[in-house]
């Protein structure tokens, strides 16, 4: 069974040695071997002391966090606040509870059908792309494609119009530098700092930051300057929503914030899973094909329509498997604001407490065969194996992704759509290696070379 590109674990020393000897941060290279078989248990050494937590009923715990003591952690919310301020994604207590009630309103109200037709849109277009790199020939990134996609996705459901493609390129490349250089990733800080010390951020990161604000900026207020009418999308809905309590709405700042959550969370996730789903894929024939027949005899010749796509069992469990071997955020950290006990620990005021998507989804006791690629572990067949609690790309509790469902549908939308119309070779994909910063990427950029299939066979996704 194929078992896709992970780091090889050790012991807790010789995996804080290498990471520090590459100097890059990787987070998945510095977790210990028994990273991947406790419960829960502290993680090396370190000033603020790190409980990693896999079991599910700890986690849960942690995650729905009745009492309010387990807030985000403050390494994470000092990484992200330059890049999204206190928004949806970092805030906690009262102010996260207005947050939500102020926006999940624009997610429930937002009708899946009229979304699709913006997803679509949107692979119709990237797909000229595509035929014209097939036509002419020549590599390309396959990180860079899907984060164009989705970003175009996001920028059509939220914004109502189509991402211009050096906003998409400048945006992916500021993106990249926040990730590889905010200070959440600092072997030192993570280690010696105290808890709740100030994070000073990296003049590379505040730029790229101001980059992307500024291309939101940009997209906001096209809709600030106009009538409220102007515009029936997420952005709309989000600039007309009123706290219950106090009447007021969203201020510049604040629509910049959470805006800015939805556009990069919402597209950089989807296009992390994506990328990983495509080189496997790539690597796996045998999956390219039954992915290739279930959209034969779903939609026959027909162009997929929404209903088709939910249909798509197969093609949804490949997405699905791609997030548990690959969750995009890797590491949900939380801080302990009190002294608390969690299960048989205690754990002191500003304790990291680490909840681990990447090792709770390769934990032995809760997957079999947890490395490999396996889709159908997912089937209603093998339903009786999934523990419950232990698979959440998506988080858990009250602050779970609101827009898991739209992701889901997004992603098996275009696995359907580019898998049956070409084949996508990764070049040198025995080199890949995955490495966790605030999402999982590639170490390197995957190059590509992209072949269009005769039009008899890819009619039926077109």
């Not at 989705?150 to 992916?172: E, H, K, N, P, Y």
């Amino acid at each position: 069974m194929y078992e896709p590109p992970r780091p090889t674990s050790l012991a807790a020393i010789v995996s804080l040695l290498r990471v520090a000897a590459r100097g890059d941060g990787d987070l998945l290279s510095l977790l210990p071997s028994k990273a991947y078989r406790v419960d829960a248990g502290w993680l090396g050494y370190s000033r603020r002391s790190i409980l990693i937590v896999n079991a599910p009923e700890m986690l849960r715990d942690v995650l729905t966090d009745p009492l309010g003591i387990f807030p985000k952690n403050d390494l994470m919310v000092g990484a992200l606040e330059p890049l999204v301020g206190n928004s949806i994604f970092v805030s906690s207590g009262t102010v996260w509870r207005r947050q939500r009630r102020m926006i999940e309103p624009s997610f429930s109200h937002m009708r899946l059908n009229k979304a699709f037709a913006a997803m679509t849109a949107a692979v119709d277009d990237y797909e000229t792309r595509l035929d014209e790199l097939a036509t002419h020939g020549g590599r390309f990134s396959l990180d860079l494609a899907m984060s164009h996609l989705t970003a175009d996705i996001i920028c059509r459901t939220v914004f109502s119009t189509s991402l211009r493609s050096q906003t998409a390129v400048d945006v992916f490349e500021a993106f990249t530098v926040f990730e590889r250089t905010c200070a959440q990733v600092e072997l030192r800080r993570l280690i010696f700092d105290p808890p709740f010390a100030h994070i000073p951020q990296h003049e590379a990161v505040l730029q790229a930051c101001e980059r992307i604000r500024r291309h939101l900026g940009d997209l906001v207020d096209t809709h600030l300057s106009a009538s409220p009418l102007s515009f029936d999308d997420i952005a709309a809905e989000i600039i007309t929503a009123r706290d219950v309590e106090s009447g007021e709405g969203f201020s510049r700042k604040e629509l910049l914030d959470q805006l800015g959550v939805m556009f990069l969370a919402g597209h950089e996730t989807t296009a992390s899973a994506l990328t990983w789903a495509f080189l496997i894929i790539g690597m796996q024939p045998d999956v390219l094909q039954r992915i290739r027949d279930e959209v034969r005899s779903v939609a026959g010749d027909a162009p997929l329509t929404l209903e088709h796509v939910r249909r798509l069992t197969y093609v949804r469990n490949v997405f699905r498997e791609s997030m548990r071997l690959y969750p995009p955020i890797p590491f949900i950290p939380r801080v302990a604001a009190e002294p608390a006990k969690i299960g048989r620990f205690q754990v002191r005021k500003g304790a990291m407490l680490m909840i681990a998507p990447w090792t709770i989804h390769r934990h032995r006791d809760y997957w079999r065969n947890p490395h490999a690629f396996d889709p159908d572990r997912f089937s209603p067949e093998r339903e009786h194996e999934l523990v419950p609690g232990a698979y959440l790309p998506f988080g858990l509790g009250p602050r779970v992704c609101v827009g898991a469902g739209f992701a889901t549908l997004e992603a098996t939308l275009i696995l359907a759509r580019l898998a049956c119309r070409y084949d996508i070779k990764v070049h040198d994909a025995h080199k890949v290696r995955p490495v966790a910063r605030l999402t999982i990427r590639p170490q390197r950029e995957l190059m590509c070379s992209v072949t269009r299939r005769s039009d008899d066979l890819a009619r039926g996704a077109a």
